[in-house]
């Protein structure tokens, strides 16, 4: 064996000249098991206490809602709601769901919107948005209709003196959507006093709103754009073609280039 080798031999066992250290396992504290104890017992009966208070608070009686107080701007909507906010006004406070009393409440076709609160210690607070009839469907029964395009009941004599009729000759069994509209998108278009002084929208094609006026018997026919300016123009004109044809049953405005005029005839006088 080469001196070399011997040396490297004597290197791996070589022990180690000072004495071993033997490391001894550590003993846990007593008080340190009764710490651990005392915060368990202690979690333990705080939870304990707080089933015990949710159980008296569910069943407190100061806490069970006994009204509800309505506010909305419209006095006939505020009569039709109260009643329900009333009958939804029931049970333990912290047991009520706000939003579904809030979808109940909207389901009432003259509310677009519910805004429901619990008043602490047992009341709700509504807050209603009406929605306002702003049209007449005429779809073989005349009903109100919001601007959202939701049916709020069956139109009155009355009413129709004081809302346009939209009408369909398919009663709004296609295209409904896009006939709506287009009826809004005309009457957007007008300024109030027109407005004051339309009859009806007949949209039975949409690419040609036919509109009529309380105090004048003419059809003006307005294609699908432009309505404001084709209506200016033909009040501007109106008594020259009048004083020309004698009464017109209906202006064709639907074309750029030219304006067509019909006059009554001895037939529909």
């Not at 040396?7 to 000249?17: A, K, T």
């Not at 009663?171 to 027109?194: I, P, Q, V, Y």
């Not at 009048?242 to 067509?260: H, K």
Request: with cysteine; charged share 30%.
């Amino acid at each position: 064996m080469s001196r070399e080798a011997g040396i490297v031999l004597s290197l791996q066992f070589q022990r180690s000249e000072g004495p071993v250290r033997v490391k001894k396992p550590a003993r846990k504290s007593p008080l340190r098991l009764v710490y651990i104890l005392s915060v368990l017992l202690g979690l333990a009966a705080f939870f304990y206490g707080l089933t015990r208070l949710h159980g008296f608070l569910l069943t407190w009686d100061k806490l069970t809602v006994r009204s509800a107080e309505v506010a909305c701007p419209d006095p006939a909507v505020l009569e039709i709601v109260r009643p329900m906010a009333s009958k939804a006004a029931a049970g333990n406070i912290l047991l009520l769901d706000a939003s579904r009393i809030k979808a109940g409440l909207e389901t009432c076709p003259w509310v677009k919107e519910a805004r429901v609160r619990k008043v602490f210690p047992a009341s709700l607070a509504v807050d209603i948005v009406p929605r306002m009839p702003a049209a007449i469907l005429d779809g073989g029964n005349g009903f109100l209709l919001g601007r959202d395009d939701v049916l709020i009941e069956p139109a009155r004599s009355g009413d129709r003196d004081r809302l346009p009729l939209i009408h369909d000759g398919g009663m709004f069994a296609a295209d409904r959507k896009a006939k709506l509209d287009r009826a809004w998108a005309c009457w957007d278009d007008l300024d109030s006093g027109t407005q004051a002084r339309v009859l009806g929208l007949d949209v039975t094609d949409p690419e040609d709103v036919v509109l009529t006026f309380r105090d004048d018997p003419v059809k003006l026919r307005l294609g699908a754009e432009s309505f404001a300016r084709k209506i200016t123009t033909y009040m501007t004109r109106r008594d020259r073609w009048t004083g020309d044809f004698g009464p017109l049953e209906y202006v064709d405005f639907r074309f750029s280039d030219r304006i067509y005029l019909k006059a009554v005839t001895e037939e529909g006088l």
